[in-house]
């Protein structure tokens, strides 16, 4: 297998989308370092996951809207880059974490902007600010951003904004690393069956017919059609993809 010493950080990795990229970056062959914020004994399992495919896991607490937290969650990881994997550092950053938003324009309030903003973009920046020095040459960091970029849905005004900076802010990476090697790209997912936003999509049958209504390939998405793609952009096969957005939605209302 290639890859076998390298070593991903998937932010958000317990459940959903994170958790699915964790296991495909494993089969790559890719060690992975996965954090949650508050579901540690769905950590635990997707390590316990991992280790069965062969690879080395571990996880880690983090909250990504906390950026006071971050000096201290650095100097953890590298402890646990010390003791697990016996390295001080890591190849590929997947800024994955992340909370579902929905409210009118009308009602946004500034506490719901504020955790957007701070989990979605200022934390993903900040926190990728912390870890260049951990990352080695040749690497990558993949940033999640979201179909409503692209395609305007209401109630999405404040979560689709972050994103968008999100998208720029990627392109800027791939421009100032691209002297170290290190690419940066996005994927934009469509509508996918998870937790994500209290699973708003997965308890809405009438939602679930609109995005399939939508979508060319006649359906929502699953976890498990997003983390072979994430997979595939920490392997050589895409080492010439850099700065770019890749979206991953089924072929959502093109």
């Known amino acids: 297998m290639e890859n076998k ?14 958790k699915d990229m ?10 992975v370092v996965l954090t ?9 399992n997707v390590v316990s996951q991992i280790e069965q495919i062969g690879q080395k896991a571990a996880t880690l607490q983090l909250n990504t809207g906390d950026i006071k937290s971050f000096d201290a969650f650095v100097n953890t990881l590298s402890e646990t880059l010390t003791n697990t994997f016996n390295t001080t550092h890591i ?40 870890l260049l020095p951990m990352m080695n040459n040749g690497g990558g960091i993949i940033n999640v951003s979201s179909g409503l970029t692209r395609v305007t849905v209401p109630r999405s005004s404040a ?11 990627t392109r800027y990476l791939a421009k100032e690393l691209g002297e170290h090697g290190i690419r940066a790209n996005t994927i934009a ?12 999509l997965r308890e809405s049958k009438e939602l679930q017919q609109f995005i399939s209504n939508v979508t060319a390939l006649g359906r929502p998405g ?9 997979a595939f952009l920490c392997t050589e096969d895409a080492k010439w993809v850099n700065g770019q957005r890749i979206e991953i939605s089924g072929g959502m209302a093109l």
């Open 159 to 169: 979560y689709a904004s972050m994103k968008g900076a999100i998208e720029v802010f």
């Open 5 to 18: 010493s390298k070593i991903a950080l998937v932010t958000g990795g317990s459940r959903g989308l994170g």
């Open 91 to 130: 190849d590929f950053l997947i800024n994955n974490a992340g909370v579902g938003g929905y409210s009118l324009l009308s009602d946004v309030t500034e506490e719901l902007f504020d955790e957007l903003l701070n989990i979605h973009y200022k934390g993903v920046y900040f926190l990728t600010q912390k």
């Open 36 to 44: 949650y914020n508050s579901q540690a004994d769905d950590a635990k």
């Open 189 to 200: 997912p469509g509508a996918v069956l998870t937790d994500f936003g209290g699973g708003h």
């Open 222 to 230: 699953e976890a498990d059609d997003i983390g072979g793609v994430v």
């Open 22 to 31: 964790a296991l495909q970056l494993a089969k790559k062959g890719i060690n």
